[in-house]
C-alpha cells in the first residue's frame, strides 16, 4: 500500500464522525472519545423545562417538542422513516427521572414512545444514551433550545 492510501485509510478509519457517520450510527463509546461530558441532574433542570427539542430517530424521521414546565408537550414528526411517510403529532409528556435520566412519552396515532436516556455534551452538541456504563449502547442526537 502506498503512503497516500495507508494515510487516507487511517483517517477515514480514526475519525468516522468527519466522513459522514451519521448520529444513527454512533455508540456511547463513540461520544466518550469525542470527550463526551454526562450532564449533572442540576445541569438538566436548567436545560431542559421550556427547552424546544428537535430528536432525529434512527430509521430518519425528525420529531420537534416544547417541554412545559408542568411536564407536557405536543409533539410533531416530519414523517421520514415511517412507513407511510406522513407526518404526524401526538401528546406528550417528560420528567426527570430519580436516577438522573430524562425521561419522555408520546402517544402517537398509532404507538406509543418511551424512553429514558442519560444525557452527554459534546462541544454543543447533545445526546441521550439508555447506559453510562456500556459503550456499545446506541446514543441519540439532540438539539435543546430556549
Known amino acids: 500500500m502506498n503512503k497516500l492510501a495507508a494515510a487516507l485509510l487511517a483517517l477515514v478509519v480514526a475519525t468516522p464522525l468527519a466522513f459522514g ?3 444513527a450510527d ?17 445541569e438538566m433542570r436548567e436545560l431542559l ?8 430517530t434512527k430509521t430518519g424521521s425528525t420529531h420537534f417538542w416544547e417541554n412545559s ?21 401526538g401528546k406528550g409528556s417528560w420528567h426527570l427521572a430519580d436516577n438522573g435520566t430524562y425521561c419522555v ?7 406509543t414512545d418511551q424512553w429514558c436516556r442519560y444525557l452527554f455534551k459534546v462541544g454543543d452538541k447533545y445526546y441521550g444514551a439508555g447506559s453510562v456504563s456500556n459503550d456499545a449502547a446506541n446514543v441519540f442526537e439532540y438539539e435543546f433550545s430556549k
Do not use: C, H
Not at 49 to 56: D, N, Q, S
Not at 105 to 111: Q, T
Open 26 to 42: 454512533l455508540k456511547l463509546g463513540d461520544i466518550k472519545a469525542q470527550g463526551a461530558k454526562q450532564l449533572t441532574v442540576e
Open 69 to 89: 414546565a408542568d411536564g407536557t408537550f405536543v409533539a410533531s414528526s416530519d414523517g421520514r422513516g415511517s412507513t407511510k411517510q406522513v407526518p404526524g403529532r
Open 105 to 111: 412519552i408520546i402517544e402517537w396515532s398509532v404507538a
Open 21 to 23: 457517520q451519521t448520529s
Open 49 to 56: 423545562p421550556g427547552a424546544k427539542v428537535k430528536r432525529m
